[in-house]
């Protein structure tokens, strides 16, 4: 098989993937139509998801993971497009700190993604091509409520926890303030109530570069046959750096050379991390749409918890019930530990049940995807605990 044709089957899987998942799923029909905050709704639409565990008779032990910005739904099971493993195998699995022996796990793609949740490569019924910028905004909160219209599907009233890092760790948050009483515990991980003007920055510059290729076709480049492969390449290289803090970029890579002795005095990849960041980049746009990062960095940029609530963070949480554990690293400059401790601060004042643990780790943002053991085991004994006061058995023991 050469690489061309190897590429093509790629992108024929992608383009699949994107109306029939290998995943789970759910259609509603447009008699069920979901609400959007653009003012606009979307109807038929439909959401990819995968599970693991068994529900237990109760209906008590469902834990729900909410993916980052290039997450998807296989969490805990091999990607369909990459042939990779889950995304959090150390995190969700038999033995895991979330323990699929005892727990009932979902994770869904998020509206507006691009392997099976309704997004802009997913075909408009009433054109029968890609909604491409057809496909309306979504925000933070649409994928929640997409999510949560899941849920229903699914006969579950309350979820035992709702877990996630990042953009998953905004969607934790707006669970919270949006269904409190249907979340028993919520773990955002390296998140924030709002994006930055600094994220919104970086985001728009990914944004620019797709929309600069000349292959994106304003939007159309599916039905045009194209792919901007470069513009969404260079995207996720901005974006990758911020991922990763400067010592381990420093430890990682230096300034050692590429498979060199000597600088050319030009303009290939000298140093390793120029090669690295390449490869990240290539190796992205095989498995990502274009349009759907568009739309799913949009999403992140527009997320204000206080805003929805008149300005007013310890607003979101006003009377919750719901038992929070709040996770930050040292040195993740995307999201800060100031944010959590902001979420912590209005929580205290909301008078809500909060757990906090800044985690020291010199590997930057993605912290919360990579082996940090203390990351691991303090979530499992916030699950385990809060397993015991919803009276669940627990690993290790019974109640």
């Not at 979420?343 to 010199?362: G, H, P, Q, Y």
């Amino acid at each position: 098989m050469t690489n061309e044709t190897s590429e093509t089957e790629t992108v024929q899987l992608s383009l699949r993937e994107a109306d029939t998942p290998s995943s789970k799923l759910q259609v509603f029909s447009a008699d069920e139509p979901l609400e959007l905050d653009a003012g606009t709704s979307l109807a038929p639409w439909q959401i990819a998801y995968e599970t693991y565990g068994t529900l237990n008779a109760g209906k008590s032990n469902a834990v729900l993971i909410c993916h980052a910005l290039t997450g998807d739904q296989y969490v805990a099971s091999t990607n369909p497009i990459t042939g990779k493993s889950g995304w959090w195998t150390r995190m969700v699995g038999p033995g895991c700190p979330i323990d699929t022996n005892h727990y009932f796990v979902i994770c869904s793609n998020v509206l507006g993604g691009c392997l099976g949740t309704t997004g802009p490569a997913t075909t408009n019924p009433a054109t029968g091509k890609p909604y491409a910028l057809e496909m309306p905004v979504v925000t933070i909160r649409d994928m929640v409520r997409a999510q949560a219209r899941l849920i229903d599907k699914l006969g579950i009233d309350t979820l035992f926890a709702v877990v996630g890092g990042s953009m998953g760790g905004m969607q934790v948050l707006q669970w919270a303030a949006s269904y409190p009483e249907r979340v028993f515990a919520a773990v955002p991980i390296a998140t924030g109530a709002r994006h930055s003007s600094q994220n919104i920055a970086f985001h728009e510059v990914g944004r620019q570069a797709i929309m600069a290729d000349p292959m994106w076709e304003g939007g159309s480049y599916i039905s045009a046959g194209t792919r901007p492969t470069k513009g969404l390449a260079v995207a996720r290289m901005a974006a990758h750096i911020t991922y990763m803090s400067d010592e381990s970029l420093h430890q990682k890579f230096g300034r050692n050379l590429q498979d060199r002795e000597t600088l050319t005095f030009g303009f290939d990849a000298d140093f390793q991390i120029e090669s690295y960041l390449r490869h990240q980049g290539m190796t992205f746009v095989d498995r990502f749409d274009a349009n759907s990062y568009l739309y799913v960095t949009r999403a992140m940029d527009y997320f204000d918890l206080a805003g929805q609530f008149g300005g007013s963070l310890a607003n979101a949480f006003k009377g919750s019930r719901t038992r929070f554990c709040i996770m930050s690293f040292t040195s993740d400059w995307l999201f800060p530990t100031s944010e959590s401790r902001a979420v912590v601060k209005a929580l205290n004042a909301a008078a809500a049940n909060v757990s906090f643990v800044e985690i020291d780790c010199d590997r930057g943002h993605d912290s919360f995807l990579l082996d940090v053991p203390e990351m691991y085991s303090t979530i499992r004994g916030f699950i385990t605990g809060s397993a015991i006061a919803r009276g669940i058995p627990v690993p290790g023991g019974s109640n």
